[in-house]
């Protein structure tokens, strides 16, 4: 049974980082791709990115171009997402997810899922 355990989350100031990890396990994770996404109070759960676990792939949302880099360790099974010059939207709960096959930015095409760490950044 795959296993998703984020940690990193907290408060940080605007313009500050955090970095985020997802510890994987369950399974070999060979062909899969992990995601990140986030839901804000009141609001759906919203793609952030995601890598494939070969690393040859990965994809954003538009707001997070150029400020979030996602990365991932094999050796580790750990899943990155480093988070720079942070905006007081960015606040959210935090969710890793994994699924076989293609990158896709839709939540319902992951099937597992971690319990979430809360992000919260002031202005």
């Known amino acids: 049974q795959v296993q998703l355990v984020e940690s990193g989350g907290g408060l940080v100031q605007a313009g500050g980082s955090l970095r985020l990890s997802c510890a994987a396990s369950?399974?070999?994770?060979?062909?899969?791709?992990m995601g990140w996404f986030r839901q804000a109070p009141g609001k759906g759960r919203e793609f952030v990115a995601a890598?494939?676990?070969?690393?040859?792939?990965?994809s954003y949302t538009g707001s997070v171009k150029g400020r979030f880099t996602i990365s991932r360790d094999t050796a580790k099974n750990t899943v990155y997402l480093q988070m720079n010059s942070l905006k007081p939207e960015d606040t959210a709960v935090y969710y890793c997810a994994t699924r076989l096959g293609p990158i896709t930015t839709m939540s319902s095409g992951f099937p597992s899922w971690g319990q979430g760490t809360q992000v919260t950044v002031s202005s």
């Open positions: 369950g399974r070999t994770f060979s062909g899969y791709v």
């Open positions: 890598i494939s676990w070969s690393g040859g792939y990965t």
